[in-house]
């Protein structure tokens, strides 16, 4: 019997627009008892072919989509798509002085709960999804086909796999066990990445571009990189000549790593300052010592994980602004972060305003930031979208 899920009467439209997510509320009826992770057949009501998906039993999501075709879904399906991502991860869209890049980003390469990135030789997946998890090995064999890599680690230690009625799984799936550290470039900046226990999958691509403007701007500035986590825009800013640059992270950890990815840099010591402290109570401590900088990132972890956190993420947003504010020199440069995909850009813009009213500083946006072009958008799926910034002037 053929496995289909038959959405209720009117509840086609969002597919028809390719969003890509079936919720459990939209769907009349399963036939053919489908296993967990197995393709199905989406149907609307009327009996029409919408595409094909993956079923998951237990979470809220019941479809993800794979197509909106009637092809098969097998491993060529997958070896194709690979093969279309990584097309689009080539120069000019990534330089070549980059080996650090997102290849698979899930939902926007039209492959849901699959997330490679390549950091050197080594590609590390995550599969976050019934349907993901299901193909795990076709989907291993086709990346070890298209990719020469020496080795495929995991790293789906994900909590939202719970949902999924899942448990988590990290380890070497294919080849060589990577080394504790892997060097790679970005744009041509050097940095150290732990893929075994680093975040997300050992680094945050997706501010590669924000870093390299950083970078662009830092000559001869005093530099706050706050959240500096292992580096990343700290780097940057010395790479671009910065007078001097402060990291400050709360975990001892991040802040060796990101004094190794200095020193590969060739960044002579009396040219920063590591701080393992807490970034709202450091702030204040600069404001009463009177300390100023001429540049200043604010990239601080998810403030909002969820909507009825909207109103206190918002809080802290704009209490880290304002006082960034008030330490920024006339003429100085503020780079500031949400990778809440919940913040909607304009509420992020608001409560930028607002910090700027109370710091009682003239503030104008220079550009609008997002995530590099290795996170592509697509444009049927909004909630794609989440890395979201500002730079901004203070005068
Ligand atoms: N800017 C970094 C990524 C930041 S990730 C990059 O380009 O790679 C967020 C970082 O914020 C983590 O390293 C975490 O340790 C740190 N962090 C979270 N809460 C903090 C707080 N209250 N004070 C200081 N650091 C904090």
């Not at 608001?350 to 996170?375: F, M, T, Y």
């Amino acid at each position: 019997m053929a496995k289909q899920v038959i959405l209720k009467q009117g509840r086609e439209r969002s597919v028809v627009r390719r969003h890509p997510w079936i919720f459990t509320g939209a769907i009349q009826k399963v036939t053919g008892s489908p296993e967990r992770g197995e393709t199905v057949d989406l149907l609307s009501a009327g009996g029409q072919l919408l595409g094909r998906g993956a079923w998951s039993p237990q979470s809220q999501m019941s479809v993800r989509m794979w197509t909106y075709t009637d092809e098969q879904i097998d491993g060529e399906f997958f070896s194709k798509k690979i093969s279309e991502a990584i097309f689009l991860r080539t120069p000019p869209v990534i330089s070549s002085e980059t080996s650090g890049v997102r290849l698979i980003h899930s939902e926007s390469d039209g492959l849901p709960g699959i997330t490679v990135d390549r950091y050197g030789d080594w590609l590390v997946c995550q599969f976050s999804t019934a349907g993901s998890v299901y193909w795990k090995t076709t989907i291993t064999a086709a990346l070890q086909k298209i990719i020469p890599c020496k080795g495929i680690f995991e790293r789906s230690d994900l909590s939202v796999l719970k949902k999924e009625g899942l448990g988590e799984s990290a380890g070497l799936i294919w080849g060589e066990e990577p080394p504790e550290v892997i060097e790679i470039l970005e744009d041509g900046r050097k940095y150290g990445v732990n893929i075994r226990g680093g975040h997300k999958t050992g680094f945050y691509l997706d501010q590669r571009e924000n870093r390299s403007l950083v970078e662009s701007c830092s000559k001869d500035r005093q530099v706050l990189d706050c959240f500096c986590y292992t580096g990343g825009f700290g780097v940057a800013a010395l790479s671009g000549g910065a007078a001097h640059a402060t990291l400050l992270d709360s975990s001892g950890p991040a802040l060796a790593r990101a004094e190794m990815n200095i020193t590969l840099n060739n960044v002579p010591e009396e040219k920063y300052t590591l701080m393992e402290a807490d970034v709202f109570q450091a702030l204040r401590k600069f404001r009463t010592e009177n300390r100023r900088f001429d540049l200043i990132i604010l990239d601080p972890p998810k403030f909002v994980e969820s909507r009825n956190q909207i109103d206190k993420g918002a809080r802290a947003y704009k209490d880290i602004n304002m006082i960034a504010l008030q330490l920024l020199n006339p003429g100085g440069l503020l780079f500031t972060f949400s990778c809440s995909g919940h913040m909607e850009d304009m509420l992020f813009q608001k409560i930028v305003a607002d910090a700027a009213l109370d710091a009682e500083r003239e503030v104008k946006i220079l550009r609008w930031l997002s995530q590099a072009p290795d996170h592509p958008l697509i444009t049927g799926f909004p909630e794609g979208k989440y890395l979201k910034g500002l730079m901004a002037i203070a005068t």
